[in-house]
Structures are given as C-alpha cells and as structure tokens.
C-alpha cells in the first residue's frame, strides 16, 4: 500500500523552506509547521536559537537534528492518523498534501464527501458522517471504491474541494489572494497512480 517516504518527498517540493510573511494566517512556519497551529514542536527552539545566525534560514536545512523532527512531526500528526500506510499511493498522496496545507480533519472531511458523492445514493454503501475523523467505516467505504478502480476519480474530487477551499478564502479575505499560484500549484500534487 502507501509508502509515506514517497509522499513525504512529494509535499517537501512545497512545504521545503522557512517563511514568515505577515499576511499569512499560519504565521511564522518552516517546511510548512505553522509556529501558531504547533506552538509547541520542538523544532521552534532549534528555530530560535538559529535565528541570530548570519546564514539564517539557510542555516536550517543543515542541521540533521531538526530535519529528523520534521520527518517526525510529518509522520505522527499527518500522516498515521489516518492510516496512511493502508491506503493506495495516490490517494494516500492527496490526503497528506490536504492534510499539510489544511489540516488533517479537513482532508478527512474530504474524504468523506468524495465518497458519500460514489456510493449511489447508499446503493453501495451507507452515507458516512462528515465529522473529519478517519476510523474503520471510512477505510471501509475507502477500500470499497478501490476495489472498484475508483482512485483516480477519488484524487479528482478531492483535488477540486481542494481546490474550492482555496478560493473561498480568497473570497473571504482578498488579502490571501498573494497565495493563489502556491495554492493551486498544489491542487494536482499527486504524480504517483497505484490503483490495485
């Protein structure tokens, strides 16, 4: 099934710097760890102390320490809570770059909408509750329209939530408009197609 190094390596394209740019709501965040969504990451001390360094943020990427709490952090908070390991690689892909760039529930929620839209009206399967929790009647539902060779279609959809998203917080507050072609670079991530 999924092979988290792979999708890992994927989102880092992405998520690969330090950045602070006041207009954005995650705030200060390096390879995409937001200081206000994850005050307490044990990175943010090693961030600190390198922040007086002349090379700084350069300076970041080189300390093996700090990148093995990232690959860390990535795994445990984005990754196994949803199972990520029991899911096709190119599902698997989108969910995590979802659940990076908007939060782990949200993927879920995602997940949950594109496959309560694939089960005919309960003709498949029963609807699931949007509630963004990743549990056995979701993996259930999941590997149901696997089975069915239905991944392509499930990245779609959720690649256009995705997509959707971006743009209502754009239409909410225009200031986040400066962050449309990061956003939408993002909105076909998934490169890898490992349908059973």
């Not at 390596?9 to 710097?17: A, I, N």
């Not at 207009?23 to 943010?44: L, N, Q």
């Not at 949200?106 to 963004?132: H, I, P, W």
């Amino acid at each position: 099934m999924a092979n988290f190094e792979e999708a890992y390596k994927t989102v880092m394209v992405y998520e690969g710097r330090y950045s602070n740019d006041p207009v954005d709501i995650g705030g200060e965040t390096y390879k995409g760890i937001s200081r206000v969504y994850h005050p307490t990451w044990p990175g943010w001390k090693m961030v600190d102390f390198y922040r007086s360094k002349p090379d700084f943020p350069s300076c970041l990427d080189d300390d093996e320490e700090l990148q093995s709490l990232v690959h860390l952090f990535y795994k445990a908070t984005f990754w196994d809570v949803w199972m990520g390991d029991h899911l096709t690689q190119d599902v698997a892909n989108e969910m995590f770059d979802i659940a990076v760039n908007m939060g782990v529930s949200r993927a879920v929620e995602f997940l949950q909408t594109s496959l309560n839209c694939l089960n005919k009206n309960q003709e498949l399967y029963e609807d699931l509750v949007v509630d963004g929790k990743f549990g056995m009647k979701t993996l259930t539902a999941l590997t149901f329209d696997v089975k069915r060779k239905e991944t392509e279609l499930i990245v779609k959809m959720l690649n256009v939530l995705q997509g959707a998203h971006y743009i209502n917080i754009m239409k909410k507050s225009p200031t986040q408009e400066k962050f449309a072609r990061g956003w939408f670079s993002r909105v076909e991530i998934q490169k890898i197609v490992d349908n059973p």
